[in-house]
């Protein structure tokens, strides 16, 4: 019954939340003039030169709380409005382009996950040591590193120096034709998964070879959060009596390590892993950009400079319900496993 | 009380340091010297100087807040010294980089340009010489700003709680709900594109986090004795949470405010980047960053032709930013309160 109750109360905090992300948003929107702001309710091509008649039909003329209605109503029917950047409704463009940003944080999340925690183990473990000297650096190092600088850094030398190596963009040119030619099966739209599903494997090899860069930016910069929470985590648990104990009964260090302490330091990891998909898709904006990859962050970054304001306002609202829904899967895993937080 | 209190009977004089524990009772019979010896030594003791030392001794040994130190130094001289180091040619405008013709192709280093052309013939050294100064007034209006609003904020939320601290702090949860830089890209594009937008926006996303941060601090503290002692002892409210609340508050909120120069910068650059900062010219690291995009890799054969047209100011970026961010770093394992005497 606890446990219930805890999820109803925390489902009641997130449509809060996302009334506040909507206002947000529809203040950032307010900041411009009718005429730019009608782009937020078109459906079709054919009312872009019709924009008298949409700041009419949804009264962008009139008070603040009716245009406000208005648009949420619009927002929850699904019409985002007509992006101008890449000629097509928000919505369409949002169902092209999410595959692949999908794909890039498939590959970088577990990376950023598995090796963050490796690493603030091993720094913990060897505390003050050299081993640890060693590894926090080069995690400050990522975490100081520009993004956009790393990425074009990588470009310069991996596909600069050796010739076309690990090349920018989705995919080579051949491999692009194959892909939208009538043969290749588009089960998901990513194409490592693809490639694989329609038995093309030279695909999914020139797939991998455009997904590399990317994910290694995303990764260093992203990487510094866990180990640094890994380790603090660790440090405390370490010194907490249940190792001693386990220590004292004669289990070897590496098994107090390994199942003892690093379990119950994994806490605080999940609890971050939520925010950690935030950051993560601030860092694709960025990545998608440097490396050409045509995905979501791609979409917004180009919106952004071109004052398409639709898709800017759609990247706020899908990183706003993102962060939101996968708090609260994290703070119902995390009530699940610990008794304490659904209690307390 | 604060000063000399003449007790005649006793010939003695009794001094409350503000702020110490006792008081430091010296006879009027000539022992001047005493006086002056016993005065300091109680001054040593106070809790928050003795804190301050320890503190203190530890950023000097460690070697990583050291380093962050000397490349924060490094750069602020920089930033003092640029109209010498490389004097402006637009005295109205010195952050105008001057550049020569409008050729496309960068021009190597070579006597003149120590760091070489950019596209369009822009200056390299002049441009992050000066983009230094561009640096720390990002960093220090961006961080400072949201410190004061994190204060005012947190401080009332914590202290007076309740259904004021409820408002303020769901209104916190939303901005928390939203990543900084997608928020602070979308503020950008409806203000309008300019490096004095860019820090209006990160000033709008990044105050919450400080709200939160003095705000949980304060609950703490708010439960400790000697805040009760001070309110039984008939102190107001705001002189409370000014002079026994925020002293002991603020340690958490400095060391975010350390890591987020670095921070902030390196968001603003990234903004600047995308091509939302200031226009062309400007001396602004991320803008020379995204000048170079088009010559990352040079002709067949010579595929680091134009090397220095990234690398140099991202270099710059990246030392500044590890500089706040290695002292940050540092600082928090010393205030670390679980780590602290270990």
Request: proline share 5%; net charge positive; charged share 15%.
């Amino acid at each position: 019954m606890n446990f219930l109750n805890y999820i109803i109360r925390r489902i009641l905090l997130l449509v809060v939340v996302l009334i506040g992300v909507t206002l947000i948003i529809f203040a950032i929107l307010t900041l411009f003039s009718p005429e730019q702001r009608a782009s937020a309710f078109i459906k079709d091509i054919k009312q872009l030169s019709d924009i008298n008649s949409i700041i009419k039909t949804y009264g962008l003329d009139r008070p603040v709380y009716v245009q406000y209605y208005n648009w949420i109503r619009q927002v929850l029917s699904g019409n985002f409005g007509w992006s101008t950047t890449v000629s097509r409704t928000v919505m369409e463009a949002f169902k092209f382009f999410l595959p692949n940003t999908v794909e890039l944080a498939l590959y970088s999340a577990p990376l950023i996950i598995l090796v963050g925690i490796w690493l603030g183990t091993i720094s913990a473990v060897h505390r003050d040591k050299p081993v640890d000297h060693f590894t926090r650096f080069l995690a400050i190092v990522g975490w100081s590193l520009p993004t956009f600088w790393f990425g074009l850094v990588l470009l310069m030398v991996f596909y600069g120096y050796f010739r076309g190596l690990f090349p920018p963009e989705i995919l080579g040119y051949k491999a692009q034709a194959y892909v939208n030619s009538a043969d290749f099966v588009r089960y998901t739209r990513m194409n490592t998964i693809d490639s694989l599903l329609n038995g093309k494997l030279w695909i999914f090899v020139d797939a991998v070879r455009h997904l590399v860069l990317p994910v290694i930016t995303l990764t260093v910069i992203q990487i510094a959060l866990v180990m640094r929470i890994m380790r603090s985590s660790m440090l405390e648990v370490m010194g907490k009596g249940y190792v001693l104990t386990a220590r004292a009964k004669g289990a070897s260090p590496k098994v107090v390590i390994k199942k003892h302490a690093r379990r119950n330091a994994l806490i605080p990891v999940v609890t971050v892993s939520g925010w950690l998909f935030a950051q993560l898709m601030a860092g694709v904006v960025i990545t998608e950009t440097i490396f050409n990859r045509k995905g979501l962050g791609w979409w917004w970054a180009h919106a952004a400079t071109q004052l398409d304001i639709p898709a800017v306002l759609m990247a706020v609202l899908f990183n706003g319900v993102l962060f939101v829904v996968t708090n609260l899967v994290v703070d119902i895993l995390y009530a699940y496993i610990d008794p304490r937080v659904r209690l307390g | 009380m604060c000063g000399w209190d003449r007790r005649t009977e006793e010939q003695e004089f009794i001094y409350t340091l503000p702020g110490t524990i006792g008081t430091v009772r010296i006879r009027k019979n000539g022992m001047y010297f005493l006086k002056k010896r016993r005065i300091v030594r109680e001054f040593e003791q106070h809790p928050r100087l003795k804190e301050f030392r320890f503190s203190f001794g530890k950023i000097v040994k460690n070697p990583l807040s050291v380093t962050g130190l000397s490349l924060i130094f490094i750069f602020f001289l920089i930033a003092v010294f640029a109209p010498v180091i490389s004097p402006p040619k637009y005295e109205q405008e010195p952050f105008r980089i001057p550049h020569e013709g409008y050729s496309v192709i960068p021009n190597p280093p070579g006597p003149g340009h120590p760091f070489g052309t950019t596209t369009k013939q822009y200056d390299i050294f002049y441009g992050v010489i000066w983009g230094t100064r561009t640096a720390f007034r990002i960093g220090f209006m961006v961080v400072g700003t949201i410190l004061i609003i994190g204060i005012a904020v947190g401080s009332i939320s914590g202290y007076f709680g309740g259904i004021v601290d409820e408002i303020l702090m769901r209104v916190v949860d939303i901005f928390m709900s939203l990543p900084l830089f997608i928020l602070a890209m979308a503020i950008v594009t409806a203000l309008g594109r300019s490096l004095d937008n860019i820090m209006r926006s990160l000033i709008i996303v990044g105050w919450p986090i400080y709200a939160r941060t003095i705000r949980s601090s304060i609950l703490t503290i708010r439960e400790e004795d000697f805040i009760k002692a001070a309110k039984a002892l008939g102190s107001g409210t705001f002189k409370i949470i000014l002079k026994h609340i925020l002293p002991n508050a603020i340690y958490p909120a400095l060391i975010l405010a350390s890591l987020d120069i670095g921070a902030m910068v390196l968001t603003a650059a990234a903004l600047s980047f995308l091509g939302l900062g200031a226009q062309e010219g400007y001396a602004d690291w991320g803008q020379m960053v995204s000048l170079a995009r088009n010559y990352i890799v040079g002709p067949q054969g010579q595929p680091f032709l134009f090397w220095y047209v990234v690398t140099i100011p991202g270099l710059f970026i990246l030392f500044f930013v590890l500089g706040w961010n290695l002292l940050g770093d540092a600082l928090r394992d010393i205030f670390d309160p679980k780590l602290r005497r270990k």
